[in-house]
């Protein structure tokens, strides 16, 4: 699929032409495959200047057996400002999910992100790497059809410029969720 759109930024307006082709499939009943290629135009928002970008996603749904379900899906993106790379940008992301029955399941969220940023090619001044690691795990429990617990914990790991994955906060939270009918 070919588009074709004018954006204003910052300013300035942009002509963008986008090329896209998406194909998904269940190879087996229970596994659903998907991946998606962009590339053309796009705006280099931190510098407001046109740009090139190729970005390719992929995705992994598989239903194992009744009740837990894996998620897996992975980015690359690469953008180009006067044909020299801007940046490089990978995220990764991992679901599983354990639905014991109607009224209660556990889910776990696994995310990585790593941008690597050509800092010459920037105004400001900025990294020239910046890698996140996020964990959730959360457990919800349906007490009634207006009653939700939550019980939870999830971290964050930053890291910027070679500076490896430092734990940058922790939470547990307990959370009700209430709905008032009127």
């Keep these: 699929m070919f588009t074709h759109k004018r954006e204003v930024y910052n300013g300035a307006t942009f002509d963008l032409n986008r090329f896209y082709l998406h194909h998904c499939m269940n190879p087996i009943g229970n596994l659903h495959v998907g991946c998606t290629v962009a590339w053309g135009d796009n705006i280099d928002y931190a510098n407001t200047r046109l740009g090139k970008r190729f970005n390719i996603s992929s995705n992994i749904l598989y239903d194992i057996g009744l009740h837990l379900q894996l998620n897996l899906s992975h980015t690359f993106e690469r953008m180009w400002v006067n044909a020299q790379r801007l940046y490089t940008a990978n995220q990764s992301e991992l679901h599983l999910t354990y639905q014991f029955n109607k009224r209660m399941f556990l889910r776990g969220i696994f995310q990585y992100v790593d941008y690597q940023y050509n800092t010459a090619m920037y105004i400001d001044e900025i990294d020239p790497l910046y890698r996140h690691l996020f964990t959730q795990i959360l457990l919800s429990y349906k007490i009634n059809p207006q009653t939700v617990l939550f019980l939870g914990y999830t ?28």
């Design 155 to 182: 971290d964050n790991y930053r890291g910027y410029d070679f500076t490896g994955l430092p734990l940058a906060d922790r939470k547990f939270f307990l959370k009700i969720g209430y709905a008032l009918v009127m």
